[in-house]
């Protein structure tokens, strides 16, 4: 069994900054690629970013590019999340989740990852 356990949530104002992160544990698995998505009260839960872990390849949502860096610590199993300039809007549970190799692409769907986190809340005032 694999598990992801996020922390470093909480409240935080407008402009502040938080930083997320994730530990894998558990068996051994590919962990191809390793992400972040969101769910704000009443919506879907979307992408936000992942990072494949075989070259530290990133891609972003457009709604967090050059605010959120998602980088990865392999001696710690480790992924974070480094989110700045936060908005009200980017409050929402963030999940973190982990792919198995499917091909070298980085899935941007739920569907695409394996693993998840219990999620993490993130509430940004105004």
């Known amino acids: 069994q694999v598990q992801l356990v996020e922390s470093g949530g909480g409240l935080v104002q407008a402009g502040g900054s938080l930083r997320l992160s994730c530990a894998a544990s558990?068996?051994?698995?590919?962990?191809?690629?390793m992400g972040w998505f969101r769910q704000p009260p009443g919506k879907e839960r979307d992408f936000v970013t992942a990072?494949?872990?075989?070259?530290?390849?990133?891609t972003y949502a457009d709604s967090v590019k050059g605010r959120f860096t998602i980088s990865r610590d392999n001696a710690k199993n480790t992924v974070y999340l480094q989110m700045n300039s936060l908005k009200p809007e980017d409050t929402a549970v963030y999940y973190c989740?982990?792919?198995?190799?499917?091909?070298?692409?980085?899935?941007?769907?739920?569907?695409?990852?394996?693993?998840w986190g219990q999620g993490t809340q993130v509430t940004v005032s105004s």
């Open positions: 989740a982990a792919a198995e190799f499917r091909s070298w692409g980085i899935s941007k769907v739920k569907s695409g990852y394996d693993y």
């Open positions: 990072i494949r872990w075989i070259d530290a390849y990133t």
């Open positions: 558990g068996r051994t698995f590919s962990r191809s690629v």
